[in-house]
């Protein structure tokens, strides 16, 4: 990732990092550590060793308002509120007080508009530096970590340490139960067990089956966690809700939801005529 930044001296400078949790977006604030070198084409540049996401203060926080993390926004908009609040804008975004804001900004279709953006964003902004943090510590591969905070948004951080398996919906088995045991979860624990079901059912899922009989499915679930595993781990993905009981075997909850969904509207169409 090749970007180019303002450094706090004014200076711009060219940056090149191997592996960044993810890239920069124009606006944000990031703390850098590196090597300062010169390329024979490019000149100097900063060999990046380690860089984090940061919460903008002061009058970064104006840039960022009026870069693309908030679409529609624009540098007009994002002057005025700077202008009116100054340093205390960040305690009316962390605030979320739409009043304030629609006294300097106004009530009007485009002014509302841009008011919803900041104050969808802003949350994301405040919890994402955090939550960057915590998928660089647990070795999370960079390019999951936006779709986690999209996904999850300002709730990321507290949702993954109640359930570090709630990661399996962006990576595999073997990544999300390493980096969950390294965590601390025991081999028993029953959010390992009903994960396990869950990565079994949805691996099946992949290849077109909606529905796994008992027996395939205890071998599946063994296979991920060892033998005389599979009754219990059935068991424990039943009560958390991770799998729906079918007269014929198993099935994901999201998948038995949406197959539940298509059956009543099609009973719902067939009783119409």
Same mark, same amino acid.
């Given at each position: 990732c090749v970007f180019r930044g303002e450094a706090e001296t004014g200076l711009t400078m060219r940056f090149v990092a191997e592996r960044p949790i993810r890239a920069p977006v124009p606006g944000e604030t990031w703390s850098i550590e590196g090597e300062s070198v010169v390329h024979p084409v490019h000149g100097r540049q900063v060999r990046v060793a380690r860089m984090s996401?940061?919460?903008?203060?002061?009058?970064?926080?104006? +840039?960022?308002? =009026?870069?693309?993390?908030?679409?529609?926004?624009?540098?007009a908009t994002a002057r005025r509120l700077w202008d009116a609040f100054s340093d205390r804008l960040t305690a009316v975004l962390d605030a979320g007080d739409r009043a304030e804001l629609e006294r300097v900004l106004g009530t009007g279709d485009r002014a509302m508009a841009q008011i919803d953006t900041i104050l969808t964003e802003w949350p994301l902004v405040v919890g994402e530096p955090e939550l960057l943090a915590w998928c660089e510590r647990h070795d999370v591969p960079g390019r999951a970590a936006g779709r986690i905070a999209a996904c999850y948004g300002q709730d990321a951080l507290k949702l993954l340490e109640e359930d570090p398996y709630r990661l399996l919906a962006f990576l595999s088995w073997r990544t999300t139960d390493m980096i969950a045991t390294g965590m601390g979860v025991a081999a028993d624990d029953r959010r390992r067990l009903a994960? =396990?079901?869950? =990565? !079994?059912?949805?691996?099946?899922?992949?290849?077109? *089956?909606? @529905?796994?009989?008992?027996?395939? @499915? +205890?071998?599946?679930?063994? =296979?991920?966690?060892?033998?005389?595993?599979? *009754?219990?781990?059935?068991?424990?993905?039943?009560?958390?809700?991770? !799998?729906?009981?079918r007269p014929d075997g198993w099935q994901a909850t999201g998948p038995a939801l949406m197959e539940e969904a298509v059956a009543e509207r099609i009973a719902h169409n067939l009783a119409s005529f």
């Amino acid at each position: 990732c090749v970007f180019r930044g303002e450094a706090e001296t004014g200076l711009t400078m060219r940056f090149v990092a191997e592996r960044p949790i993810r890239a920069p977006v124009p606006g944000e604030t990031w703390s850098i550590e590196g090597e300062s070198v010169v390329h024979p084409v490019h000149g100097r540049q900063v060999r990046v060793a380690r860089m984090s996401l940061q919460r903008p203060r002061g009058h970064l926080v104006r +840039r960022l308002l =009026a870069g693309e993390r908030f679409p529609g926004v624009g540098d007009a908009t994002a002057r005025r509120l700077w202008d009116a609040f100054s340093d205390r804008l960040t305690a009316v975004l962390d605030a979320g007080d739409r009043a304030e804001l629609e006294r300097v900004l106004g009530t009007g279709d485009r002014a509302m508009a841009q008011i919803d953006t900041i104050l969808t964003e802003w949350p994301l902004v405040v919890g994402e530096p955090e939550l960057l943090a915590w998928c660089e510590r647990h070795d999370v591969p960079g390019r999951a970590a936006g779709r986690i905070a999209a996904c999850y948004g300002q709730d990321a951080l507290k949702l993954l340490e109640e359930d570090p398996y709630r990661l399996l919906a962006f990576l595999s088995w073997r990544t999300t139960d390493m980096i969950a045991t390294g965590m601390g979860v025991a081999a028993d624990d029953r959010r390992r067990l009903a994960a =396990a079901v869950e =990565a !079994a059912l949805y691996d099946r899922l992949g290849t077109g *089956d909606t @529905l796994v009989a008992t027996s395939a @499915l +205890r071998t599946a679930v063994e =296979a991920l966690l060892g033998p005389s595993t599979g *009754d219990a781990a059935i068991e424990a993905a039943r009560r958390l809700g991770a !799998a729906v009981k079918r007269p014929d075997g198993w099935q994901a909850t999201g998948p038995a939801l949406m197959e539940e969904a298509v059956a009543e509207r099609i009973a719902h169409n067939l009783a119409s005529f």
